[in-house]
């Protein structure tokens, strides 16, 4: 079915689109609707082979300032003309790529593979007073323009001054490579400075050489990626001192806790040895007198609930995602990434309803709909509250980053056919197989109070201090995602990133369980959403850093380009801190239940 092609009215379109655009009711809409997320990986415009002679289609995507990423526009609003050749449809391949506002369009040349093609003047334009601004606009903001060959990105500058003159490349000089039937390779390098003067005749010529390579269809990619900057000692020295980090605090823990936990069992057998008088005379203190509060639920279960439940999706999407990168070269084809993790979170749903719906219950919750409607939406909510939001700016801006109405209505769809009914399956499961709850201990009827205590151990410092060490293990890496995604690096390490991952959990684990120790043995029981809060108190760290990254990092400008980093850094340490603060919680149930179930308790 996916390997099918057909063409319509000119458009190629995937035998997917087609059945789509025929069948847009029915029963077999849903299914459609995941598998052209997932065409990506299995349909192409093309298979990349080529006979001599054929035409070679050399696509123009955006324009934009080099220091606002981002902040793009469609390549033909700027006064520069197209070739004369007949234009070509192009149709978004994935929902990722029209999301991330992919708008190519056909530039009119006449490119044959293996035909050089000479110097050649394929169109002009007389300069207006509009069209001599927007070109003097664009070389005041170092505007440059992405284009596409056989899907082999290449970019090229607009102009420049020189001698307070702005200057426009009025030449485009195509090397492309290639290797038998397949092209390895293209770039584009600029020529022939024109002065941009008014009333002026602009006159735009191109030429095209060919060469053969003997680099592999499969290795075409690696020239894109920058070895020396992700495989730098840096990033090694980085990893290695967050592997020690782990060794560290994972004996540390065990000494701790071990020793620790030791004694409290040795002196808590002493005082079950004793009779009654004598124990109450006894100096009694620690986390076992919580016993009968420890287990008391907590405060605003739904919420917590949908936390957890949408914390514990998002952790396992991200490593799906993340093993699934490492297997396969997701960064060569457009929107990849973005479909596939839009994909993984859909068909993980079932996880958040589970999760969700079973902790509820045993928080004694009744008002699961309720639940369950807000674990379906709160995440896919804030995302697109965020995405209208620029959506908005971007339209005032007349950007390509304009997210087009379809493919609004598209992740609505996905949101309430998709993931709201896999949500509710999921949490029928959860309440009936795991909502019973089963503490080791009972509840006291009547709530302990809690004792004063130190400032440091108070719930509020923990939480702001429990996530300084997690973030330490993991900003090193923080710069690395951030300049592959702010600042024109391709990010293909997944394999560091799968160890940082791993490292995060780890540490997260440990510090959680050190700081509700000690909550614990101050004979506070408020574990639950201090055990959350204090690993997600990473997303907070990781925004800071964001913020600092902006000032000192980067040059961006202007208001889209600032909204469309804080608003996008903000639903990414949100995400950081709800995985964070999920694996907080697990790792203090498992130990508190551990515990509590060890010590004989009347």
Request: net charge neutral.
């Amino acid at each position: 079915l996916l390997y099918t092609i057909k063409f319509e009215d000119g458009i190629l379109l995937t035998a997917t689109e087609h059945y789509l655009k025929k069948m847009s009711s029915g029963p077999y809409f849903l299914l459609l609707i995941l598998l052209q997320l997932y065409n990506f990986s299995v349909a192409d415009e093309h298979d990349h082979k080529y006979t001599e002679g054929e035409e070679v289609v050399l696509w123009m995507n955006t324009v934009g300032p080099y220091h606002n990423q981002q902040e793009t526009y469609k390549y033909f609003s700027l006064p520069l003309c197209r070739g004369p050749k007949e234009g070509i449809s192009h149709y978004h391949e994935t929902l990722g790529e029209n999301i991330l506002g992919v708008e190519l369009e056909f530039s009119g040349l006449d490119i044959q593979f293996k035909k050089d093609v000479a110097t050649t003047a394929y169109c002009s334009r007389n300069l207006d007073i509009k069209d001599y601004g927007m070109l003097v606009y664009a070389i005041r903001n170092h505007y440059w323009y992405q284009m596409y060959l056989d899907d082999l990105p290449a970019w090229a500058i607009v102009g420049e001054m020189a001698d307070d003159e702005f200057m426009v490349w009025s030449h485009r000089k195509i090397e492309i490579s290639y290797n038998g039937d397949r092209i390895i390779g293209v770039s584009v390098t600029t020529e022939k400075k024109v002065p941009v003067k008014k009333d002026s005749l602009l006159t735009l010529t191109y030429e095209v050489l060919w060469t053969e390579s003997q680099v592999e269809f499969k290795d075409r990619y690696d020239k894109y990626l920058d070895a020396s900057f992700f495989k730098h000692k840096i990033h090694w020295f980085s990893i290695f001192n967050s592997f020690m980090m782990v060794i560290f605090l994972v004996g540390l823990v065990a000494m701790i806790l071990m020793r620790t936990l030791r004694k409290d069992y040795q002196r808590y057998s002493k005082e079950d040895d004793l009779d009654e008088i004598e124990r109450d005379l006894g100096d009694e203190y620690g986390w076992k007198q919580i016993h009968g509060d420890v287990f008391r639920p907590s405060a605003h279960p739904i919420f917590f609930s949908t936390l957890v439940s949408t914390g514990t999706q998002l952790s396992i999407a991200s490593i799906i995602l993340i093993l699934m990168a490492v297997t396969e070269k997701m960064w060569t084809e457009r929107g990849s990434i973005l479909t596939t993790g839009m994909f993984v979170y859909a068909a993980t749903s079932p996880i958040n309803g589970y999760i969700g719906g079973a902790l509820y219950s045993q928080l004694g919750g009744r008002r699961w709909i309720r639940q369950m409607l807000l674990g379906a939406s709160l995440f896919p909510g804030i995302v697109c509250s965020n995405s209208f939001l620029i959506n908005f700016i971007a339209i005032s801006y007349h950007s390509a980053k304009a997210i087009p109405f379809t493919s609004m209505i598209a992740v609505a769809a996905i949101c309430l056919f998709i993931i709201l009914p896999l949500t509710m399956v999921g949490s029928v499961f959860g309440r009936n197989i795991s909502g019973t709850p089963n503490p080791p201990c009972r509840i006291n009827p009547v709530p302990r109070q809690i004792p004063e205590k130190k400032w440091f151990m108070e719930p509020s410092f923990i939480i702001f201090a429990g996530g300084i060490l997690p973030f330490g293990s993991i900003f090193i890496e923080m710069y690395f995602i951030f300049t592959s995604f702010w600042a024109y690096k391709i990010y293909y390490v997944y394999g560091f990133m799968l160890l940082v991952y791993l490292i995060l959990i780890t540490v997260t684990f440990c510090i959680t369980i050190v700081c509700i120790y000690f909550l614990l043995n101050s004979e506070d029981y408020r574990w639950q959403w201090t055990s959350f809060l204090s690993a997600a108190s990473t997303g907070f760290y990781i925004y800071l850093y964001a913020i600092y990254y902006f000032i000192f990092k980067t040059k961006m400008y202007g208001l889209f380009q600032t909204v469309f980093y804080f608003a996008n850094m903000f639903v990414f340490s949100l995400a950081f801190g709800l995985m964070c603060g999920t694996f907080g919680y697990l790792a203090s149930r498992l130990f508190i239940y551990k515990i509590y179930g060890t010590v004989k308790i009347d």
